[in-house]
């Protein structure tokens, strides 16, 4: 019964538990703490500043007629049941892709949660150069970041040591 949990992908699914939970306890704890568009400077090149996003990333689509809601909560549904899936069937010695896809499942529930729940995601984190802001995100957003960098440093790496493996074309005669 616990085998799956001990020898595939998913023996990492704590990582989305504790994505999950973070990004739910940092929201609550903006929710609880500031009003909606409350700004409060934290260094020169970051605010925590409260808002509300009812698009996807950089708010694409916010502001469509609320189809987007429900459009985005069953994309990242579907690919999180993918992403199950996959970790199900991933091998013991597979780690950074498993890890990757953890961090990126973790921060789509965070979303999808604030989706069903709120009909906008929350978000905070405001970093800044000068007057040109980064659109707000949260550590979901930031979880998903992270396994996508993941992702792609796993298929450096698995390219190198497929190109190091291969067999020299030029051989002596």
Not at 146 to 161: E, F, P, Q, T, Y
Request: aromatic fraction near 18%.
């Amino acid at each position: 019964m616990l085998k799956p949990f001990s020898q595939t992908g998913l023996r990492f699914l704590w990582i989305s538990v504790v994505v999950f939970a973070l990004d739910l306890w940092s929201k609550y704890q903006i929710l609880g703490s500031m009003r909606l568009f409350q700004s409060i400077e934290v260094a020169p090149f970051f605010n925590l500043t409260y808002v509300h996003n009812y698009g996807a990333a950089f708010s694409f689509l916010a502001d469509a007629d609320g189809w987007q809601r429900w459009f985005f909560t069953a994309i990242a549904l579907v690919v999180s049941i993918i992403i199950l899936s996959w970790l199900y069937k991933s091998p013991r010695s597979e780690k950074c892709l498993p890890v990757a896809f953890c961090f990126i499942l973790g921060g789509a529930l965070g979303n999808v949660y604030d989706r069903l729940v709120h009909g906008y995601v929350i978000d905070f984190l405001d970093f800044y150069v000068g007057q040109w802001h980064w659109p707000a995100f949260n550590l979901a957003d930031s979880a998903i970041f992270i396994g996508a960098v993941l992702l792609i440093i796993d298929m450096l790496i698995s390219d190198k040591h497929k190109s190091e493996s291969k067999p020299s074309s030029t051989s002596k005669q």
